[in-house]
């Protein structure tokens, strides 16, 4: 069975610090793996995706992410955190068989105080 | 220009009553979505059509029942409405299920 885990609820960053949220995942065969951000009152919005290539991936807002397929891990990074980053942030993942569906992780709140 | 908009934004109801929610993309897209997310924000998925045939149908009640008219619309009809309809509905469309979805800003529906 699929299933996508993060383990934090908040994560908390000054303003210029780097800033990490994790994100596991289990899938049978290879994963293909989102990260999205939802800003209040509104819905998700696509930052990056990994479906095969490189396992750095570059999306939006100078947010990256690290694929790691023996931790299976998807964790999003970004150098220097702003203000503007404070969100909810959605891992989700799919299979790569056409019978699978996505799932999304429970969200993780993150909060850049200045 | 909105590339996934819904009707109406906020849905206050009664027990009991029926309801719908109108979803349109202007994207060209062929999958559509239909999500519940809950006062947690945990987001579940609960219909997938593509190209108006429906593709997934999670464990969701029969009081649920999504209409795909053409490929740019995907409504939702709700039946009897219950207390714990109470949630934000989002729809969302993608090129095809492999693809980043496009969400639109959700249906907040109470019921009284």
């Known amino acids: 069975a699929q299933s996508v885990a993060q383990p934090e609820d908040q994560v908390n960053v000054a303003e210029g610090n780097p800033l990490t949220v994790k994100c596991t995942y289990s899938v049978s065969g290879n994963p293909y793996l989102f990260w999205y951000v939802q800003y209040p009152n509104r819905g998700l919005q696509f930052l990056l995706k990994y479906i095969t290539g490189d396992n750095l991936v570059k999306g939006s807002y100078g947010f990256e992410a690290e694929f790691n397929k023996s931790q299976t891990s998807f964790h999003l990074k970004k150098p220097s955190a702003l203000v503007s980053d404070s969100a909810l942030y959605f891992c989700?993942?799919?299979?790569?068989?056409?019978?699978?569906?996505?799932?999304f992780g429970s969200g993780t709140r993150l909060s850049i105080r200045p | 220009d909105t590339a996934v908009s819904q009707t109406p934004k906020y849905l206050v109801t009664q027990m009991g009553n029926d309801k719908s929610i109108k979803c349109e993309q202007n994207l060209g897209h062929d999958t559509m979505y239909w999500y519940k997310q809950d006062s947690k924000k945990f987001l579940k998925i609960m219909f997938s059509y593509n190209n108006k045939e429906l593709i997934i149908n999670e464990t969701v009640p029969n009081r649920f029942s999504p209409k795909s008219p053409d490929k740019a619309h995907l409504n939702l009809h709700i039946n009897s409405l219950e207390l714990g309809d109470s949630a934000v509905y989002f729809c969302a469309s993608s090129r095809d299920s492999n693809q980043p979805q496009h969400f639109g800003d959700g249906t907040r529906l109470s019921i009284l």
């Open positions: 989700a993942v799919r299979g790569s068989s056409s019978a699978s569906k996505i799932i």
